[in-house]
């Protein structure tokens, strides 16, 4: 289980389905818990995120590219970007061997280099990275 000491407050990554969602507004996803902490904190992205939904709207799993809904987001409920160096987002998600998807592990390694919480439906994010949650533990 990879941890963060002391998750920084008010500050939330998401992972690639909650962007997604958000920008359907498609709120009825999110578990009411989730729904406050949208509404409550400031809002981040890996830029990763970008490149996995253009890679969805590529293959006709979602309407519009990465970057259009990334504007819109930032742009419409204030959404930021992670500027934290490549470099050590990488390192950090070079040590999580519980998964072979890149985008997970880069999503999750740059939540640990920002030392946030994740807001992630994935259940195997959640089983190894203790700063995940979806509706059961918002204070992680």
């Known amino acids: 289980m990879v941890e963060v000491l002391a998750p920084r407050a008010g500050v939330i990554h998401l992972d690639t389905h909650a962007v997604a969602w958000l920008y359907a507004g498609d709120l009825a996803r999110f578990p ?22 253009q890679l969805l709207y590529e293959i006709r799993r979602i309407a519009d590219p990465g970057r259009t809904i990334l504007d819109d987001l930032i742009g419409r409920i204030g959404l930021r970007v992670s500027s934290a160096p490549f470099h050590r987002v990488v390192a950090a998600a070079a040590k999580l061997e519980w998964t072979r998807d ?31 949650f979806w509706a059961r533990d918002r204070s992680r």
């Open 32 to 53: 009411q818990p989730v729904r406050e902490v949208l509404e409550e904190e400031e809002l981040i992205v890996s830029p990763i995120v970008e490149l996995e939904l």
């Open 102 to 132: 890149p985008f997970d592990r880069l999503i999750v390694g740059q939540a640990l280099d920002d030392a946030a919480r994740l807001v992630t439906r994935d259940r195997a994010i959640r089983a190894h990275y203790r700063a995940a």
